[in-house]
């Protein structure tokens, strides 16, 4: 009985382990994620405010001012 507590507890340890990587992984590649979103975010912010400029300056050059 206490060879396979001994063992059951090696094997729940090593999956244990191997869970924690796998959830390290996980955080990674969520960081990535937002990382890369926040990045397209501002990305698209940028072409959003050169539009909205760009507008402006067409329609002040079509109205002729």
Do not use: M, P
């Amino acid at each position: 009985l206490q060879q396979e507590l001994a063992s059951q507890k090696k094997k729940s340890a090593a999956e244990i382990a191997k869970l924690r990587g796998e959830i390290d992984t996980l955080r990674a590649l969520l960081r990535h994620y937002v990382e890369e979103i926040d990045r397209l975010n501002k990305e698209n912010e940028q072409f959003i405010e050169e539009f909205v400029s760009g507008q402006s300056i067409r329609a002040v050059q079509s109205r002729g001012v």
